[in-house]
């Protein structure tokens, strides 16, 4: 669970100040809940990383960008290695960017701004070129379509035990039933509750949840079969229908994808 490294550098940009890090954590790092008093973007370049906030889980995969404005309070899991970076930016110069958390596609326009503004060493650009360059990328975000890739969690806390223990462990044997019971609930109250507070019935729910999750065990590269058995689905090709509907491509196509954008992220030479 151990920090491999994590290095920043401060950047003025016509009186406003943004701060870039770049982090290595190795596989199972978590940090606890905690906020930040700027705007906080990340983006990776090797890896997978759970983000939590009080009421939505996303996981975030090379090609996707996050978000969140400030003082959002949030927490975050590494299920295997992850390198990337974060760009942390004053409240002043968030406002072109959108006013609640999200993740969105980092397409080659995007990740060309990005680059040009974490380009260390670079004297030749002027701060007012810089924040031109940020008001752009908040614009570019503001106008993209959320991925795929969040969860909405409930809030009433039994009803988030019985999420989490599903998150944990999508393969989890026990029935609605079963489940409600344990954390003292009535099934009536447990459909009700994940009903209101996430928008899906409890078996959309838990289906969904298990889709999200497997997200990890796809992105390391394991055995679709594998990954199904994982994930609570005896039956492979119900996993990869299920997995289609939700990401628009099999898992074997997101790992080829994913194996294409690490290349192309890659340091030359």
Not at 143 to 161: E, K, S, W
Not at 182 to 207: A, I, Y
């Amino acid at each position: 669970m151990r920090v491999l490294s994590v290095s920043g550098q401060d950047i003025r940009l016509t009186g406003q100040k943004m701060k870039i890090e770049r982090f290595d954590y190795d596989s199972l790092h978590s940090t606890p809940w905690h906020k930040h008093a700027s705007g906080q973007l990340y983006w990776l370049s090797h890896g997978i990383l759970v983000i939590e906030t009080t009421s939505v889980q996303w996981t975030v995969t090379p090609g996707s960008l996050g978000w969140f404005p400030a003082d959002v309070s949030h927490r975050a899991w590494v299920p295997a290695g992850v390198k990337g970076q974060s760009l942390y930016l004053e409240p002043a110069s968030c406002s072109p960017f959108p006013a609640h958390p999200g993740v969105y596609g980092a397409d080659a326009f995007v990740m060309a701004i990005l680059e040009r503004l974490c380009r260390e060493g670079d004297l030749s650009s002027s701060a007012e070129y810089q924040s031109h360059l940020l008001k752009l990328l908040g614009f570019e975000i503001a106008g993209a379509p959320d991925l795929p890739l969040q969860l909405t969690l409930p809030v009433d806390r039994r009803a988030r035990n019985v999420a989490n223990q599903l998150l944990k462990n999508p393969a989890c044997e026990l029935d609605q039933t079963q489940l409600a019971q344990q954390w003292g609930l009535s099934v009536r109250s447990l459909s009700r509750l994940f009903t209101q507070q996430t928008g899906l019935s409890f078996s959309q729910w838990r289906q969904q949840a298990k889709v999200v999750t497997s997200l990890q065990w796809v992105l390391a590269g394991l055995p679709v079969s594998e990954v199904a058995l994982r994930s609570g689905y005896s039956n492979v090709s119900a996993y990869i229908d299920v997995f289609r509907q939700r990401f628009g491509k099999t898992p074997g196509q997101l790992q080829n994808a994913l194996i294409r954008t690490e290349t192309r992220q890659k340091p030359s030479g």
